[in-house]
């Protein structure tokens, strides 16, 4: 387990982390999101013993890290993939880590296999794709086979294939019981990984809260209807109280109705249907939604407006 409590880092009088609280359960994958320079890599060397707190504590299974007899066998990280000393091959890098902590040679060889490291193990790892550098830095993460990991935007750089594997080694370490905080940009990949999400931004705490009960408690779920006579399903359904705007000459999108409200308002109006579509919130929704004030430089991209609303 994971437990951070009111927790603040300054850099030069800059506030980095305010007071930031949450703990990270075993069992599970917790997504730890958040805008650039939101605080997450700080939070994360903090947990590693890599940075001090201004104010506050940061503990791995009850203490801080470098206060267990053996921190590489309790928490992995991934937290610069190319920290790794370049001109050494990969198995040697990791032979290396192992000697300094204790860990049998033989673990060396269990997690190149486990990453898929295997047959480059004898190569400098200074040559290595980006993909592989953090096959590399998950692999020297796993090498005390630690009940925590901590893993920094694991998926950059990876392919399709890597995005995927990394995805499953996460669910089976969670579900081996280890405790997995895992950061991302990519909201997809975290929907699909994620049990929890702590959303961080600005270094202060949004969010923290279930993948499930985080995009219902931000979501604006709606409908998407095509119909035969659009004015008159859409006058309907405003005086029903749902909030109505015109996509185009056959569809609505309407907000405040599930999917079977509006088919039964449609049915009393005597209007034909071709769509009736219950769009759900995504992750990547509630996160924009939550952090878009918390963004420090925004592009001039604007969402597009649907064309009418009809009140
Ligand atoms: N060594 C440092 N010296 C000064 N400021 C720093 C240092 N490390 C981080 N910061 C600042 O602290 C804030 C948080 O940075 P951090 O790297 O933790 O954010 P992040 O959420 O990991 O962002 P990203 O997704 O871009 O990696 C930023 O404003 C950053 O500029």
Redesign the pocket.
């Known amino acids: 387990m994971i437990e951070i409590s009111h927790l603040s ?1 300054d ?2 009088g ?1 506030a ?2 305010s007071d930031v609280s949450f703990t990270v359960q075993p069992g599970q994958v917790t997504g730890f999101l ?12 903090i947990l590693m013993g890599l ?1 001090t707190a201004s104010s506050g504590t940061a503990t791995i299974m009850g203490r801080p890290l470098a206060q267990h007899p053996a921190p590489l066998r309790t928490a992995g990280a991934l937290l610069d993939a190319r920290s790794l000393h370049p001109a050494r091959k990969a198995r040697t890098s990791l032979l290396a880590l192992a000697d300094s902590n204790g860990l049998p040679a033989q673990r060396v060889d269990e997690v190149l296999e486990l990453t898929g490291l295997g047959a480059v193990a004898d190569k400098r790892s200074g040559g290595f794709s980006l993909g592989m550098g953090q096959r590399l830095g998950i692999a020297a993460a796993l090498l005390g086979d630690p009940q925590v990991l901590l893993f ?2 694991p998926v950059n750089g990876l392919d399709p294939e890597g995005v995927t594997w990394v995805r499953r080694l996460c669910r089976d370490l969670a579900s081996q019981g280890r405790t997995v905080l895992i ?1 991302s ?1 990519l909201m997809s990949e975290m929907a699909q990984t994620a049990d929890r999400v702590v959303v ?1 931004g600005r ?1 202060r705490i949004l969010a923290d809260a279930s993948l499930e009960e985080f995009t219902s408690r931000l979501g604006e779920n709606h409908v998407l209807v095509g119909a035969s006579d659009t004015t008159a399903l859409g006058n309907a359904l405003h005086a029903g109280g749902a909030d109505v705007r015109r996509l185009d000459a056959n569809r609505l999108d309407v907000r405040g109705f599930d999917a079977a409200h509006v088919g039964r308002v449609a049915f009393e109006t005597q209007v034909m249907l071709s769509e009736l579509t219950q769009v759900k919130t995504s992750l990547e929704d509630a996160y924009l939604r939550l952090t878009a004030a918390e963004v420090e430089y925004r592009s001039g991209v604007q969402t597009p407006q649907p064309q009418e609303v009809l009140r």
């Open positions: 880092k850099y030069g800059k980095a982390l958040g805008p650039n320079g939101a605080g997450k890599s700080t939070t994360m060397r940075e920094d935007e950061s940009h961080i270094g």
